[in-house]
């Protein structure tokens, strides 16, 4: 089993530009989370999806921020257009759903917006 | 979602136990304890969930108070991979059509001496 996968590891863009973060979560998962992960505010749950349908995207900061699954295995973060307080590590991870669900996080993605 | 309270920090010695509390005087009834942790670098990963019972895995222990109120996470023999911060957290909400969401809080740094 891979675990949950993502792309890119690091991303460097500039304030202005669009920025996909890439996600595969762990086969026969039906749940798929998006934190974010900062010095000054830990980590936070952006939004979750189950079924591919979102749930909870309370966490969203803007409308800067999208987030879609169009299928069981791939999902994506959209930060368009990006901006130097969006610098983070993302993480994605899933779950087999249910209301004990454990989740499985992936590496993370590592964002600078200079 | 149900708050949790942990020490900022702990120290251990290499091969020693370390026991690691976690204070969650608003639980409800059907509440699971949840713990993850997060080594430098990486995502969370998941250690141990229990409900009433004590719990034993490959990685530690849980032990859950009689009132539910608390929980310890004990790891009998500190290695230093086990050096990371450690969160005590009660899933939400509790749906298997929706599945749960994990809160981190700041967690526990476990410094663990050679």
């Known amino acids: 089993d891979a675990g949950v996968i993502q792309s890119p590891r690091h991303e460097v863009t500039e304030m202005g530009q669009e920025v996909t973060l890439r996600c595969k979560p762990i086969?026969?998962?039906?749940?798929l989370f998006w934190y974010r992960q900062t010095m000054m505010r830990g980590l936070e749950l952006l939004i979750y999806?189950?079924?591919?349908?979102?749930?909870?995207d309370s966490g969203m900061p803007e409308d800067r921020f999208s987030a879609k699954m169009p299928n069981a295995s791939f999902s994506t973060l959209k930060i368009q257009p990006s901006e130097p307080r969006d610098s983070a590590v993302y993480f994605c991870?899933?779950?087999?759903?249910?209301?004990?669900?454990?989740?499985?996080f992936g590496p993370g993605t590592r964002l600078t917006v200079l | 979602d149900a708050k949790t309270t942990q020490p900022n920090s702990m120290e251990s010695n290499e091969e020693e136990p370390v026991h690691l509390p976690c204070n969650h005087s608003?639980?409800?009834?059907?509440?699971?304890i949840h713990w993850y942790r997060q080594l430098p670098s990486q995502g969370p990963e998941y250690v141990i969930h229990?409900?009433?019972s004590n719990v034993n895995n490959r990685m530690a222990s849980l032990a859950i108070a009689e009132d539910r109120k608390s929980s310890t996470l004990i790891l009998h023999r500190a290695t230093l991979r086990d050096a990371a911060v450690y969160y005590c957290?009660?899933?939400?909400?509790?749906?298997?059509?929706?599945?749960?969401?994990?809160?981190f809080g700041e967690g526990t740094q476990l410094t663990v001496n050679p």
């Open positions: 991870a899933s779950g087999s759903g249910g209301a004990w669900d454990t989740q499985y």
């Open positions: 086969s026969g998962h039906n749940s």
């Open positions: 999806f189950n079924n591919n349908v979102p749930i909870d």
């Open positions: 608003t639980i409800s009834g059907t509440d699971y």
């Open positions: 229990g409900l009433t």
């Open positions: 957290i009660l899933p939400s909400p509790r749906s298997r059509a929706s599945g749960s969401r994990l809160t």
